[in-house]
């Protein structure tokens, strides 16, 4: 594909970015790792508003459905050593700038979603650990939570927090995380050092949640998306945690195996995204070491390929968007500071 590359802003550190519907128009936000800002920008890239200066430590951030700008985020996970102070935050816009306050403190929670089914709406928090006393420790595992979102949050505040329940514990390194609707499901996926795990539900009138295992590798992220066309998503993963290795696994009788294998190492892979780019669908996946490369890996007529739209950036997190005349990936290339906006169209690889 041939890129346009913008860029669009500095922010240290940069790392979480979401797309906000606010005022009949639609956004994306950016947010810092570390301390520092939350910011909001149109889709053509223009700076629109700063959210907050800080606290930042944000890895997630996810709208409200059904809201104008209102949504959840994460604050104070600044590092794996440094989550304790974690928490879930819930941001309004108002006359006199954008409100935070405090809606759940969960210690160590790194992402977090919103999934509904049948007209209900859940909340599904994802903690990387569950304790921790020194540097690099990893002795408690992560957990899984969930809790309805109440259909009102006007009463969310630091002591009328949301509650949540476990729905699955023992998932060491439990980092990655996205959704995905299978089989008309909006559902939830996760992966730890447990392997990658979905998510399902329930249905209306129903309490329990169905939980399956899709593989044991250990894994940092994964996404989905129908490179080869048939009709069932490939999910593509990451592992190990924060690892360099990028495997493409396709469903055959019931499980999902190992069909590609990328032949070099991406070290610390981590900016992940599945879907449609160009009418192709494909996985954008960014690595921040080594040659620190934004890829897009699809399914050409000689099989699985990854094509590189930027060199030595290093992306934590990466989305692509569409408006009606142009289509775009929206990079926090956090190893240099640097947000990037690439407009892309039909052509031979070239980065201008």
Not at 27 to 50: P, S
Not at 72 to 89: C, G, H, M, W
Not at 307 to 327: H, M, W
Request: charged share 25%; with cysteine.
């Amino acid at each position: 594909m041939k890129v346009k590359k913008k860029v669009i802003g500095n922010l240290e550190k940069c790392y979480s970015i979401a797309p906000l519907s606010y005022h009949g128009k639609d956004y994306m936000l950016v947010a810092a790792e570390k301390v520092n800002q939350c910011r909001l920008y149109d889709l053509d890239g223009k700076l629109a508003d700063v959210i907050w200066e800080g606290p930042g430590g944000t890895m997630s951030m996810v709208q409200i459905p059904g809201t104008d700008g209102i949504f959840l985020a994460t604050q104070r996970f600044y590092s794996p050593n440094d989550s304790k102070e974690a928490k879930i935050v819930l941001v309004s816009p108002g006359e006199s700038g954008w409100s935070v306050r405090t809606a759940a403190k969960l210690p160590f929670v790194h992402r977090f979603d919103i999934i509904t089914r049948d007209g209900i709406s859940y909340v599904i928090a994802c903690t990387l650990k569950s304790g921790h006393e020194y540097k690099e420790d990893w002795r408690s595992p992560g957990k899984v939570y969930v809790c309805r979102l109440p259909e009102n949050m006007d009463a969310i505040d630091e002591n009328h927090s949301l509650i949540f329940t476990v729905l699955k514990e023992g998932m060491f390194k439990n980092h990655g995380y996205c959704k995905a609707a299978m089989e008309g499901i909006e559902c939830a996926f996760t992966a730890s050092n447990e392997g990658v795990f979905q998510f399902i539900p329930p249905a209306a009138g129903e309490d329990a949640w169905v939980i399956r295992q899709l593989t044991d590798q250990p894994s940092s992220d994964m996404a989905f998306a129908d490179m080869d066309g048939d009709g069932e998503p490939e999910m593509l993963t990451i592992s190990p945690f924060h690892g360099d290795t990028v495997r493409i696994l396709k469903k055959q009788n019931g499980q999902y195996r190992t069909v590609y294998t990328y032949e070099k190492p991406a070290e610390f892979a981590h900016g992940i995204w599945g879907g449609d780019i160009l009418g192709k669908q494909g996985v954008l996946v960014g690595h921040r070491k080594g040659e620190r490369n934004l890829m897009f890996f699809t399914c050409g007529e000689e099989g699985y390929e990854a094509e590189i739209i930027d060199r030595n950036v290093g992306p934590a997190n990466v989305l692509s968007y569409q408006t009606e005349e142009k289509s775009y990936i929206l990079s926090a290339n956090r190893e240099i500071n640097e947000i990037a906006l690439y407009e892309v169209e039909e052509g031979e690889t070239t980065v201008i």
